[in-house]
């Protein structure tokens, strides 16, 4: 898997009863593209994307943002 996907945006959307034939309809794409892109094996959003699920489904716009930095990688910032 190339990145980690959309879990918080798949989460939402299934406690919004939001289908992933309802977003590809809302996109004017598939529902194999849309799963592909929410389960990270496809692109990312686009912003365009993005911004017409925040518009027409209120998907929150900071869930296709989210970056997941690996525990391994923090590093604490010392003062």
Known sequence: ???P???NLKGWLVAQGIS???VAFVL???PNYV???LNGTGPDFRLSEA???HGTL???MAYFF???VPFSEQKEVSR
Do not use: F, S, W
């Open 1 to 3: 898997m190339k990145n």
């Open 5 to 7: 996907g959309y879990r």
């Open 20 to 22: 992933q034939n309802k």
């Open 28 to 30: 004017g794409t598939t």
């Open 35 to 37: 799963n592909k892109k």
């Open 51 to 53: 911004r017409k699920l």
């Open 58 to 60: 209120g998907a929150p």
């Open 66 to 68: 989210e970056v997941d």
